[in-house]
Each structure stands twice: as C-alpha cells, then as structure tokens.
C-alpha cells in the first residue's frame, strides 16, 4: 500500500496576552489497495492512538469498495490496518471503542454489518451481517445496558451514495455479541439514522427527513418507543450528518443547508435535553470567493468542555464556469474547514487547513470527522483521496481542566486497608461496578478479563465536568465529589469538604508504588468531624457489598442498623461505644443470622444520641 507522509512539527512561541493559535503538529494520510481511500469516522483511541474508518475504492465498472480501517499510535506512525470485503459495495460508516475490541458500524455487500476487530492487530473477532431489506447499513452505533443499539437505513434508492441514500430508517437493538434481539423500521420518523447517543439511560437518534430537507431529531426510550421528535431547518435543504452530547445532555448537531443562504453553509445547532434550540449558526466561504459558487459542507461535530462545540467540514467549489484564485489559494481546490463555536454560539475561532500549510504542493483537502484528544487538541479525519490524519492542537481551553479523563477502570477501596474487591468502569456515560470474591483482592489480569456483561445490573449514568464527578444512584440519589488526578492520572483523589473525608481509587494495572508511597485508602483531612453526618452507602445499587461511611462528632453510643421496608430489622452492623472520627462499615448482605438476604430495596439508619438519619440503598441479585 502507498503511504503517504507528511508531518510537520512546530516550535510555539508563547507571548504573554497572546492566545494560542490553532497549530498543525502533524499530518499523516494512508491509502488501501484501492486507486483512491475516503474515512468517514475518526477516534481518539484509549491508549492514546487513532483510528479512523471508511472505504477504500476501485474505478471498475462497476465500481466496487473495500471497508478500510487504519489504527495509528499517537504520533500518527501505523500499527496496522484491515480491508473487508465479501463482494460488491461495501461501506465502513463508524467506530465504536469497547472494553476488548473496535465496532465497525457499515454495510457489507449492501446488507448491514457489525464488525468487531481485535485492538492489537485488527484481526476480525466476530462479522455480523443482517438483511434488512433492500440495500440497508448501519450508519452508528451505541452500547447500552443491555447490549447494542444501531441505526442506519433499508430499502435505499441511492445505494452507492455513502452519505444520503435515500433509504428508510431503520433501529437494531442487539446483545453484546451481535446476535439481533429485535428491528424495527423508523421511516414514519426520519429518512436516514445517522448517529446515535446514549444519555441517562435514553437514546437520542438524529438524521435526515426525507429527501434530505431538514434536520431531524428523535429522542427514544432504552425500549424503544418514541419519548419526543423534532424538525430542524428552513425552506430550502438541510442535510444533517453530525451529532454530539456534552456531560450535561445538551445536544449539537451539524451539517449544511441551503435555507436563507447563498449557497451551501455550515449549519449548526444547539438543543436542549427536550430537543428545544438553544441557538443556531449558519456560516461560510472562510476564504473570501464569491458565495454564489462557494460550497461549505460539514460531516462532524464535537461537544467541547465550555458548552460550545467545534464543527469541521470542506471548503471549495465544483463549478467549471467559475474559478478565483487568491494569490496561491484557489476556490476549485478544498480546504479543511474547522469552526469553533463558545456556548452562546458565537464563532471563537474558524481556520482553514490545505497542504500548503505542511510545506507541499496543493491539492483538494475536506474536514469529514473530528475527535478531540486528551492534550486538548483533536485528531481530524481528512479526505486528500486517502485516509488523512491531521493532529492540531490548542482546540479547546485546558485551564482548569487537568487533561485526564475518568473514564477507564478503577480499583475502588471500600475501606480502610480494604485490598481492593470492588472495580468500577466508567465507559461512555455509564458507571458499571463490579466484585471478585477473594477476600485478599483480585489482580489485573483478573479485573481485564471481564466485560460490562460480567457488571453487576443497572450501571449508573454519570457525567464528569469541570473536575466534578456526579453519579445518578438511582432513586432521586446524587453522589457527587471533585476529583483530583495524581501521579500521571493514574490516581484518582475523590474529596468532598462538606464531610471532609478523602478516597483515592487507582486505575487497574497500576503499580501504586510508583507514586511515591502514597496512601490509597481513607485518611482523615481534619481530626474530628463537627456534626453527626451519615453518607450516601456506595456503591449503590451493590452486589454483594456496600460501603457505609459516616461522621461523629463525641465519643459515645453509635447503633447503625439495615431494615427492610416492612421495618423489621435485618442486619445490626454497630451497636456500642464508639470514639469521634470518620468512619465506615461495610454490609455483606447478609442478615443477623449471616444468611443472605434477597434483591431489593433496604433503610439505614444511625443513631448516637439525639441523632438520628435513615437513607434507602439497592441490593441487586
């Protein structure tokens, strides 16, 4: 395969009161076996890689494609690449990053497919491919609870079209392992599904009307019936191919429209949770041509960490009656388009990208995808006819942010010198929780072997922004704490100073003595609460230990006991004198004859002199 490289790393001044510029640090592009290679969909991978995904072309007659799939390291240099092929057109639409493998989300010989490659070397784990009428693919997918979600379109008029098909719309709930559960068309609703979120414990689907006139919007139950659906857009065309979610719920969309503009704009749009606009922005022609002839075409869209969004798209035009040239910057010859918008949707900053700006002769460049990356940069899918990596940095405002990401999985001690039984994984706005059964604590190798199936029912939704951690346990329960990262983000410092008690989880395969002897258990920040206080029981729900933590202020008589919701008592866990200080007790869920006690919801109460407080906690089975 021809490998085309191109990097270009930068020396950045730093001038006081002089913001950062948006810089290219590198630029690599990858072809198949195909005369020319187009991604569609780009990830910032979780050990620090990319992948990107779409197809790789023949020009026969007929013309027939590949599904290409390209994995880089974190400088752009590939590790290995994969082509798919089981006859005719063949489409690799996007990507998905799960515990022990990559989604590939597209259409195999016009039947849609789900692939699943090997994170080391890309070798197919299972291929999945489903008939569902017509010519059909998958565009996006989501994993839930239950298993995966996938949306896409049948029966399509346009088969050889890899964006707008003129299908129908079309839902696959399915297990963790490909196998179908149930489909259903959703043509009454949307023409084509194009991506798909999963957001406290609801979909949201967003996609094209029919005949790509205008935006659309549908929120759905994790059951599948339609909670609300919305049109966005005006009189002429608005097509829809990019939708992203912040940690609040708050939902963009992008793509282009002909509605009130001279020609095809970048349109983007903020809602709220309940599919209401928060502001819109249609903009274009960043080069200065004429717009009459200008052609602004956005595929992708990232929610960022300040409430607004970075949008990327193509610039350029495809008429053969017009051309105009700017000294060395032509309108027939692309540019990649980025367009970063703050939280009221005012424009922050727009850049255009070409090869001029690596130091090479020009030709076509077009933004398709964006994925933000860990250093607040983002790595961009282009399309230069082939598999383009373009890596830019200063995206979006670090200050305040310290980079690391909660996501991943964590060693969780439920005590003090508890060895550590409990792990939690926080993956795609879901906590799962999960237990071994060794009383001495359980090794990595142990807590990698497992997948979210092996997770105990129901994870929580959570989100994690501004460095604050908020948990949805269920029952009108909030466990909110900040979060400090230490040692290279490898431990998680979990602090509330309303009952000044401190946790430290660290992240699985971690070895915690390379972080200079810190103490990874509960410590004291103060040496005697101020009040009696009893703290929300975590994990909750849990299976088949919870911690409960709780403050006393005086030496004294201390009774914490679980009853079930008759009100007859099932478990004594303290009764006796206790000195002041910070505390915890854990409950197996076992009663006072240390049988075990069924599923279900339970009270806890503490007691030391005229305090008295219960809270509710969930045991699952």
């Given at each position: 395969m021809e490998v085309e490289l191109m990097k270009k790393y930068l020396f950045i001044v730093l001038l006081v009161g002089v913001c950062f510029g948006q810089e290219i640090e590198w630029f690599i592009s990858y072809n198949g076996s195909g005369e020319e290679s187009?991604?569609?969909?780009?990830?910032?991978?979780?050990?620090?890689?990319?992948?990107?995904?779409?197809?790789?072309?023949?020009?026969?007659?007929?013309?027939?494609?590949?599904?290409?799939?390209?994995?880089?390291?974190?400088?752009?240099?590939?590790?290995?690449?994969?082509?798919?092929?089981?006859?005719?057109?063949?489409?690799?639409?996007?990507?998905?990053?799960?515990?022990?493998?990559?989604?590939?989300?597209?259409?195999?010989?016009?039947?849609?497919?789900?692939?699943?490659?090997?994170?080391?070397?890309?070798?197919?784990?299972?291929?999945?491919?489903?008939?569902?009428?017509?010519?059909?693919?998958?565009?996006?997918?989501?994993?839930?609870?239950?298993?995966?979600?996938?949306?896409?379109?049948?029966?399509?008029?346009?088969?050889y079209n890899a964006f707008y098909t003129e299908g129908e719309g079309?839902?696959?709930?399915?297990?963790?392992?490909?196998?179908?559960?149930?489909?259903?068309?959703?043509?009454?609703?949307?023409?084509?599904?194009?991506?798909?979120?999963?957001?406290?414990?609801?979909?949201?689907?967003s996609g094209l009307t029919e005949e790509a006139l205008d935006y659309k919007m549908i929120k759905m139950s994790i059951e599948g019936d339609i909670i609300w659906h919305y049109e966005y857009g005006g009189f002429g065309s608005d097509h829809c191919f990019a939708m992203d979610m912040n940690e609040q719920g708050e939902i963009f969309l992008a793509g282009h429209t002909t509605s009130n503009t001279e020609n095809w704009d970048v349109y983007t749009i903020k809602l709220n949770n309940e599919g209401e606009v928060i502001w819109e922005n249609k903009t274009g022609n960043p080069r200065g041509f004429n717009p009459l002839y200008i052609h602004d075409e956005a595929w992708g869209v990232h929610a960022t960490n300040d409430g607004g969004c970075v949008t990327v798209a193509g610039t350029g035009d495809e008429y053969a009656e017009y051309s105009e040239c700017i000294g060395d910057i032509c309108s027939d010859i692309w540019n990649a388009y980025i367009i970063k918008y703050d939280s009221d949707g005012l424009i922050t900053w727009e850049e255009t990208f070409s090869p001029?700006?690596?130091?090479?002769?020009?030709?076509?460049?077009?933004?398709?995808?964006?994925?933000?990356?860990s250093d607040g940069g983002a790595i961009i899918a282009v399309d230069n006819g082939q598999f383009g990596f373009l890596k830019l940095n200063n995206i979006q405002n670090n200050e305040n942010n310290n980079s690391y990401s909660i996501e991943?999985?964590?060693?969780?001690?439920?005590?003090?010198?508890?060895?550590?039984?409990?792990?939690?994984?926080?993956?795609?706005?879901?906590?799962?929780?999960?237990?071994?059964?060794?009383?001495?604590?359980?090794?990595?190798t142990y807590w990698n072997s497992l997948d979210t199936s092996d997770a105990i029912p129901n994870p929580n939704p959570y989100t994690f922004s501004n460095d604050t951690l908020?948990?949805?346990?269920?029952?009108?329960?909030?466990?909110?704490?900040?979060?400090?990262?230490?040692?290279?983000?490898?431990?998680?410092?979990?602090?509330?100073?309303?009952?000044?008690?401190?946790?430290?989880?660290?992240?699985?395969?971690?070895?915690?003595?390379?972080?200079?002897?810190?103490?990874?258990?509960?410590?004291?920040?103060?040496?005697?609460?101020?009040?009696?206080?009893?703290?929300?029981?975590?994990?909750?729900?849990?299976?088949?230990?919870?911690?409960?933590?709780?403050?006393?202020?005086?030496?004294?008589?201390?009774?914490?006991?679980?009853?079930?919701?008759?009100?007859?008592?099932?478990?004594?866990?303290?009764?006796?004198?206790?000195?002041?200080?910070?505390?915890?007790?854990?409950?197996?869920?076992?009663?006072?004859?240390?049988?075990?006690?069924?599923?279900?919801?339970?009270?806890?109460?503490?007691?030391?002199?005229e305090y008295r407080q219960t809270k509710k906690m969930v045991l699952l089975k």
């Open positions: 187009m991604g569609h969909f780009i990830i910032e991978c979780e050990d620090g890689g990319f992948l990107q995904v779409g197809e790789t072309y023949f020009f026969s007659d007929p013309v027939s494609t590949k599904l290409y799939v390209v994995k880089t390291n974190s400088d752009g240099s590939k590790i290995w690449d994969n082509e798919i092929y089981i006859g005719g057109h063949n489409l690799g639409n996007s990507i998905l990053e799960s515990t022990d493998g990559y989604l590939i989300f597209g259409g195999l010989n016009q039947n849609s497919s789900i692939i699943k490659l090997h994170k080391d070397n890309g070798a197919v784990i299972f291929n999945k491919s489903y008939d569902n009428g017509g010519t059909d693919a998958f565009e996006n997918g989501v994993e839930t609870p239950n298993g995966i979600v996938a949306v896409g379109y049948n029966n399509s008029e346009d088969p079309f839902i696959s709930f399915l297990d963790h392992e490909g196998n179908e559960v149930t489909s259903f068309s959703i043509v009454d609703y949307i023409s084509q599904a194009y991506r798909i979120k999963y957001f406290d414990n609801e979909l949201y689907i001029l700006d690596i130091g090479i002769e020009n030709y076509d460049w077009a933004a398709e995808d964006i994925d933000l990356t991943g999985r964590w060693i969780i001690p439920l005590a003090e010198n508890d060895p550590g039984n409990t792990m939690y994984e926080f993956f795609d706005g879901l906590r799962y929780t999960y237990y071994c059964s060794d009383e001495n604590g359980c090794d990595s908020t948990i949805n346990l269920f029952f009108g329960n909030t466990w909110q704490q900040p979060i400090t990262f230490e040692c290279d983000g490898n431990v998680a410092a979990i602090g509330d100073t309303t009952v000044t008690w401190w946790l430290s989880w660290w992240r699985v395969g971690y070895d915690i003595n390379e972080c200079g002897g810190q103490e990874l258990a509960l410590t004291n920040t103060a040496k005697h609460p101020k009040a009696f206080k009893l703290i929300q029981n975590y994990p909750n729900p849990f299976n088949p230990a919870t911690s409960i933590l709780y403050d006393i202020p005086n030496d004294g008589l201390v009774n914490i006991t679980i009853y079930d919701m008759m009100g007859r008592i099932v478990k004594t866990l303290v009764n006796g004198s206790q000195t002041a200080g910070f505390k915890s007790v854990q409950w197996n869920a076992t009663n006072d004859r240390n049988e075990p006690v069924s599923a279900g919801l339970y009270l806890y109460t503490i007691q030391g002199g």
